[in-house]
């Protein structure tokens, strides 16, 4: 049973560069630390521009109840996210959360297997820290589009990865390619009770169509533009394969791969 989804206050612990174009933020809000679960999101307010009422979701990679904050990475794509960045230690916003559903544990699962594409290495990462509280064994595929923007291998690896295989466009880290390249070579060689994923949509789309293939469990967590970012707005909806729409906020973001048309 998650948590209500409420309005926190939130102050900004650190905000410091993560790798290129992404940035890592801790933030504390002690009650909203407690109630995140991985797979879930905060809508947060970026002061600074009172034009601008919009809250930005985000999702966590870590959150640490008994310190009472949680880290967001994120990338500076435009106006909001670049004010972001802009904020320092001390200062305070606020965030609604937690929000959305949280990725589900495998039941019974030997081995799984996770894959983040860009900026979707974020849930990807809470993705990895839940297995491994959980005991279940997994891989990992991380894919960038250069080695400067990768970010999360380390704590992978840290979290007990048994293989952390990196794909970039360009070939300056790992194998040049696709996630789907790798992840297709590691369904081959072994069995998977179930594959996480998140990153761009094309990504998610083709990791799909291999755990298809492959007879694999899929799990995928969506992106869509949001407002109010708990089901009452109507703006976030993702179609499904059987014709119908779900919200991305609240029936998601997490989805089983087989419901979503592609
Ligand atoms: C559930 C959820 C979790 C997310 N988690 C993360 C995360 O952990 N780290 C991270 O870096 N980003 C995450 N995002 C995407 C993030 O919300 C957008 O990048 C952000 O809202 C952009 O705001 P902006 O004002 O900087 O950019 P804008 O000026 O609003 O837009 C810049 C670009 O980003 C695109 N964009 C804007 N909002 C979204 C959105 N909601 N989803 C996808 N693209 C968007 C626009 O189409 C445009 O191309 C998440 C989105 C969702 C829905
Ligand atoms: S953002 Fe309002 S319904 Fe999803």
């Given at each position: 049973m998650t948590a209500a989804t409420t309005l926190h206050d939130v102050t900004v612990v650190s905000n410091e560069p993560a790798a290129e174009g992404l940035v890592r933020v801790v933030l504390s809000a002690p009650a909203l630390a407690a109630a995140l679960e991985p797979g879930q999101f905060v809508n947060l307010a970026v002061p600074g521009d009172a034009s601008q009422i919009l809250r930005i979701p985000l999702s966590f990679s870590r959150a640490d109840a008994a310190g009472g904050t949680f880290e967001i990475v994120y990338a500076v794509v435009g106006d909001g996210t670049r004010r972001l960045s802009r904020m320092r230690p001390g200062d305070a916003t606020t965030a609604v959360g937690p929000c959305g559903n949280p990725w589900p544990l495998p039941v019974g699962a030997a081995r799984a297997c996770v894959v983040a594409g860009g900026v979707g290495v974020t849930p990807i990462v809470a993705c990895a820290r839940m297995l491994a509280a959980s005991g279940t064994a997994f891989d990992a595929v991380v894919g960038a589009q250069t080695a400067a923007r990768l970010w999360g291998t380390a704590e992978l690896a840290a979290l007990g990865a048994g293989e952390v295989a990196v794909t970039t466009d360009d070939g300056t880290?790992?194998?040049?390619?696709?996630?789907t390249d790798a992840l297709a070579e590691l369904l081959a060689a072994r069995s998977y009770d179930v594959v996480y994923a998140c990153g761009p949509e094309v990504m998610m789309a083709g990791v799909a169509r291999l755990c298809r293939e492959a007879g694999t469990r899929c799990l995928v967590s969506m992106e869509r533009m949001m407002c109010?970012?708990?089901?009452?707005?109507?703006?976030c909806n993702v179609a499904m394969a059987d014709g119908t729409y779900k919200s991305c906020c609240k029936d998601g973001p997490v989805f089983d791969a087989e419901e979503v048309a592609w």
């Amino acid at each position: 049973m998650t948590a209500a989804t409420t309005l926190h206050d939130v102050t900004v612990v650190s905000n410091e560069p993560a790798a290129e174009g992404l940035v890592r933020v801790v933030l504390s809000a002690p009650a909203l630390a407690a109630a995140l679960e991985p797979g879930q999101f905060v809508n947060l307010a970026v002061p600074g521009d009172a034009s601008q009422i919009l809250r930005i979701p985000l999702s966590f990679s870590r959150a640490d109840a008994a310190g009472g904050t949680f880290e967001i990475v994120y990338a500076v794509v435009g106006d909001g996210t670049r004010r972001l960045s802009r904020m320092r230690p001390g200062d305070a916003t606020t965030a609604v959360g937690p929000c959305g559903n949280p990725w589900p544990l495998p039941v019974g699962a030997a081995r799984a297997c996770v894959v983040a594409g860009g900026v979707g290495v974020t849930p990807i990462v809470a993705c990895a820290r839940m297995l491994a509280a959980s005991g279940t064994a997994f891989d990992a595929v991380v894919g960038a589009q250069t080695a400067a923007r990768l970010w999360g291998t380390a704590e992978l690896a840290a979290l007990g990865a048994g293989e952390v295989a990196v794909t970039t466009d360009d070939g300056t880290a790992g194998r040049r390619g696709f996630t789907t390249d790798a992840l297709a070579e590691l369904l081959a060689a072994r069995s998977y009770d179930v594959v996480y994923a998140c990153g761009p949509e094309v990504m998610m789309a083709g990791v799909a169509r291999l755990c298809r293939e492959a007879g694999t469990r899929c799990l995928v967590s969506m992106e869509r533009m949001m407002c109010c970012g708990f089901g009452a707005c109507g703006t976030c909806n993702v179609a499904m394969a059987d014709g119908t729409y779900k919200s991305c906020c609240k029936d998601g973001p997490v989805f089983d791969a087989e419901e979503v048309a592609w």
